[in-house]
């Protein structure tokens, strides 16, 4: 066999070993598997699964401002700014420069938006308590938790 042959096939085991223990790539591929069957099954809601997230952050937050929000979202401020641009233009959230403070931003939902996100939910709950039945909600929230640390 030659020297080359040998390399490759090395090089072919060490990424699949890589790609099978890598705590990274395995929960970024079971995040997309789990978006993909509950973009399925919320489908007829009017919001994607981003969107019904973002929503339901702003819609729970003690703290109004984008700022906070990229936080608890893990999202840098440009990111998080272009994806509610797109709900401001569709009328389900507001954003206004902060009273006192020109810097700080507050985003919150319309009237409309809180409606599109309470029929969202209906579709959620259904969805999600198909999920449920497949994987384990705790240790879901433990995995967010447990990264909180990061």
Do not use: Y
Request: aromatic residues 4%; charged residues 30%; contains cysteine.
């Amino acid at each position: 066999m030659s020297r080359k042959a040998q390399s490759a096939k090395s090089l072919r085991t060490d990424a699949r070993v890589a790609l099978e223990t890598c705590t990274g790539w395995n929960l970024r591929l079971a995040a997309r598997r789990i978006t993909q069957f509950l973009e399925q099954r919320m489908d007829g809601a009017g919001l994607s699964f981003a969107q019904f997230g973002l929503m339901a952050e702003i819609a729970s937050a003690d703290d109004d401002t984008i700022t906070a929000l990229a936080t608890r979202m893990g999202l840098d401020q440009s990111t998080l700014s272009r994806t509610l641009r797109t709900l401001e233009s569709d009328g389900l959230v507001e954003i206004a420069i902060a009273e006192g403070d020109q810097r700080r931003r507050m985003v919150w939902l319309t009237e409309k938006g809180a409606r599109r996100l309470e029929a969202a939910l209906v579709s959620w709950r259904q969805a999600h308590a198909k999920l449920n039945e497949r994987i384990s909600p705790n240790l879901a929230r433990r995995l967010a938790l447990e990264t909180e640390r990061l």
